[in-house]
């Protein structure tokens, strides 16, 4: 009775290994055929971004909600005042530049149009109705994280520019082998810190099969995480301290 029991249990664990093995195989290519590329691992164009409203909104949005941080670089125009204008500075790693009229300004996490207020609030002491117009030169320090079956390992990304889960998930090489494309995650705090979760179906985006709504858009802080595929479930059960051998031992018996 307990051989009976035994071998029912290996039965059920070598189908189940098989099964595995099977639906891996079947989304490898086939010996002779040339593998197409991942499409998540070429570049993303938009080639009538300049004429495409819902691409202006979002770089409005980004600019507009985008909280500067050390190593961003900004420049200050002061219209008709070309000595309190700045062409390029660099926030300092205390969240601070220098203005030659106004000193030193904390400026970390303050956006584009509330730091616009605060240096017209403060320039009004001294300058007659000024006119004050800032513009983020360079973004460095919004970021956001990519972990899991991506090509690189993942890793950090920085938000230069508005990003989506597909422009991040390019940034680090795109899918790896055993990443499961149906099955990436975003991690998001929203403002009262709790943590959300939200589930991306990435193959739909890459068939062009979804709306442009479900490619989402990255805030900093963000983490995206791409799941292990069925290729990535065998790889586990190979690695298996003595499951090769078992095989073997079934095998040859």
């Known amino acids: 009775m307990k051989n009976r029991d035994l071998m029912t249990k290996v039965t059920h664990l070598l189908m189940a290994f098989i099964t595995l093995w099977s639906v891996a195989a079947a989304q490898s290519p086939q010996q002779g055929q040339l593998k197409k590329p991942d499409p998540a691992s070429q570049v993303v164009t938009h080639p009538d971004q300049d004429d495409d409203p819902l691409f202006k909104n979002i770089y409005r949005d980004f600019y507009n909600s985008y909280k ?6 900004i420049a200050v125009r002061v219209f008709g005042q070309p000595d309190y204008s700045i062409e390029r500075t660099k926030i300092s790693a205390l969240g601070r530049i220098y203005h030659p009229l106004l000193g030193d300004i904390d400026i970390s996490g303050l956006t584009i149009p509330q730091l616009t207020k605060k240096m017209t609030d403060d320039l009004s002491e ?12 360079e973004a460095a320090s ?69 709306q442009a709504t479900e490619n989402l858009q ?6 995206v995480i791409v799941h292990g595929n069925a290729k990535k479930t065998l790889g586990t059960i190979m690695t298996l301290a003595g499951f090769t051998n078992f095989l073997g031992w079934l095998i040859y018996r």
Do not use: C
């Open 68 to 73: 500067l941080g050390p190593g961003d670089e």
């Open 126 to 137: 001294y300058v007659i109705n000024p006119k004050v117009s800032i513009s983020l030169v």
């Open 142 to 210: 919004a970021r956001v994280g990519v972990l899991g079956e991506v090509r690189s390992g993942g890793g950090v990304v920085v938000m230069t520019r508005p990003m989506t889960i597909l422009d991040a998930i390019t940034a680090v090489g795109g899918f790896a082998d055993t990443g499961k494309k149906s099955n990436v995650t975003l991690l998001r705090r929203d403002p009262t810190g709790n943590l959300r979760t939200m589930r991306v179906d990435m193959k739909r985006i890459l068939e062009g099969k979804s």
């Open 218 to 223: 990255l805030q900093a802080g963000d983490t």
